[in-house]
Nanobody
């Protein structure tokens, strides 16, 4: 399994931008489909964005047009660029890795993912 570590969270104001990073250990990062999830207090973990081996991407409706997921296989790093942040975006953000069934596949169900980071807190004040 790949080891994952998120960074880049913090306290920002509504309307601000933030970029999260997820550093992966090992040399197999490029063979994993990757995803970002988040969990707000008292709520279930939810899908935010996913990216396939070929960098096909998908987003939750709540973040579409505001968030961008990307990957740099040379740096073994996954990113989540977040813009126009809202208080509802406040949550712990997790990155996750999945063994894909093909180069175009990414997944929105957390049960598809086999490795998870510890999470990074994002707090958006109004």
């Amino acid at each position: 399994q790949v080891q994952l570590e998120e960074s880049g969270g913090g306290l920002v104001q509504a309307g601000d931008s933030l970029r999260l990073s997820c550093a992966a250990s090992g040399r197999t990062f490029s063979t994993y489909a990757m995803g970002w999830f988040r969990q707000a207090p008292g709520k279930e973990r939810e899908f935010v964005a996913g990216i396939s081996l070929s960098s096909t991407t998908g987003y939750a409706e709540s973040v579409k047009g505001r968030f961008t997921i990307s990957r740099d296989n040379a740096k073994n790093t996954l990113y989540l660029q977040m813009t126009s942040l809202k208080p509802d975006d406040t949550a712990v953000y997790f990155c996750a890795a999945a063994r894909p069934r093909g180069r175009l596949y990414y997944y929105s169900r957390d049960t598809e993912y086999e490795s998870w980071g510890q999470g990074t807190q994002v707090t958006v004040s109004s």
